[in-house]
């Protein structure tokens, strides 16, 4: 299935919504409206509340999560990332380091409007720096992962070309940070985020987790260019349709919450011209979001098989060990399993879907255009989210579990995020 024609929604230059001709100046002119205005608003609302991680009902289930080993490169990232921090000035370890139960975690947004005072933009950092931190993620990340990451930038670079804002949309407009100090024993771990992505990676002796996960493309693929063929989230997009499609009738009436992304149908509190209809964005840390749509327990074998292809198309950014704990968790709890379905199923028709149980949450959401003109949802717009609720976004769970088990741990007093 190809995607539609994102070219007819790419705006005049007298109408790009690009403000200035640098990140900071665009910044500027944008915090003036008050839709952002509002939206700054609530995410710090939402920042301000203590980290409980999301549920379904407001109550985190406990023991969900255990301390284990996973074979994580944790010696080949420690040596990566000693390696950046070698060459880092005092002023840049001072801005983008921050204790491991730093709040910090939680202070990525995924626009493109570059509030921070704080991290190392890899668009300003020398090549080196930048080529050092993406090492670090290369060494961290599964192969697939890491390509995918990186075609999630280029994208972004694609974007800003597209609508006369390279400074705003670049292939290293991004932030990162560290946090704790790289080890064998303690947890530590590292930030990447800016428009479309944002990477959260906690690691913790032989253990390690990469959530919340934030991942997007505006258009999703490119015509022209030095990235030309260059397509994102295809395979999410296919497997999800064809897993919806695989249902049978009454299969189909119990996953479909609404027939429309954009009709009267959609469930109360759903904002679709701002947030699209993911639930897990920036500074939804907490947000409870009860289970909808089709049980896992009403799965046939042939659609739990579909089910779990497309989990692993969103947890395969981790290496492998970690991949296969993490895919042994999500079947452990498949019983428990919900996937719901919001708008059409014909080709190229707008969707959203959800997967959701105790120890992963996921979405993807075709969103309405930006920075490109389209009024509302499209297939060439695409925001995808991976959390895991229950307490253990940001490895917190874990990293409460080893200072409570610790005794070299027992004089120090634990903070949450």
Not at 59 to 69: A, M, P
Not at 107 to 122: A, F, K, P
Not at 272 to 296: F, K, M, Q, T, W
Not at 334 to 345: L, T
Request: net charge negative.
């Amino acid at each position: 299935m190809g995607r539609s024609d994102y070219r007819k929604f790419v705006p005049l230059p007298e109408n790009s919504k690009v403000q200035g001709g640098t990140a900071r100046e665009h910044a500027n002119k944008v915090l003036n409206s008050p839709i952002i205005k509002e939206i700054l608003d609530g995410w710090q609302k939402m920042y301000a509340v203590p980290y409980k991680g999301m549920t379904v009902d407001g109550e985190v289930i406990q023991g969900l999560f255990n301390l284990r080993s996973e074979s994580v490169p944790t010696e080949q990232a420690i040596i990566a990332a000693n390696h950046l921090i070698g060459l880092l000035t005092e002023d840049q370890l001072r801005v983008s380091s921050f204790k491991i139960f730093s709040k910090q975690w939680r202070n990525w947004q995924n626009t493109e409007i570059y509030l921070e005072d704080y991290g190392l933009r890899l668009a300003e950092v020398s090549k080196p720096v930048r080529d050092a931190i993406l090492e670090v993620m290369r060494v961290c990340l599964s192969q697939k992962g890491y390509q995918k990451t990186r075609n999630v930038m280029r994208l972004n670079g694609f974007l800003g070309d597209l609508v006369g804002g390279p400074n705003i949309f670049g292939e290293f407009t991004y932030i990162f940070n560290l946090f704790g100090t790289p080890s064998t024993t303690e947890p530590w771990g590292w930030q990447m985020f800016g428009h479309h992505l944002c990477l959260n990676c906690l690691i913790l002796a032989d253990q390690m987790t990469i959530t919340p996960t934030f991942m997007g493309g505006e258009p999703c693929n490119a015509d022209e260019g030095p990235h030309k063929g260059l397509s994102i989230f295809d395979d999410e997009e296919r497997c999800g349709l064809e897993l919806m499609r695989s249902f049978s009738k009454k299969q189909k009436a119990q996953a479909l919450v609404a027939h429309s992304m954009v009709g009267g149908d959609l469930p109360e509190g759903r904002r679709v011209r701002h947030d699209g209809l993911h639930l897990g964005g920036a500074y939804c840390d907490n947000r409870i979001v009860p289970y909808e749509g089709l049980s896992g327990v009403d799965f046939t074998r042939p659609q739990r098989n579909k089910l779990l292809g497309l989990i692993a198309e969103y947890l395969g950014a981790l290496p492998t060990g970690p991949f296969e704990a993490k895919m042994e968790d999500v079947e452990d709890h498949f019983k428990d399993m919900h996937f719901c379905w919001i708008g059409g199923q014909a080709d190229n028709q707008p969707f959203y879907y959800r997967i959701q149980s105790p120890v992963t949450l996921i979405e993807f959401d075709h969103h309405a255009g930006v920075f490109l003109d389209n009024a509302e949802p499209r297939d060439f717009h695409v925001h995808t989210l991976v959390r895991t609720p229950n307490g253990n976004d940001y490895g917190v769970d874990l990293i409460r579990q080893h200072y409570d088990s610790s005794p070299h741990h027992k004089e120090h007093h634990y903070n949450k995020i």
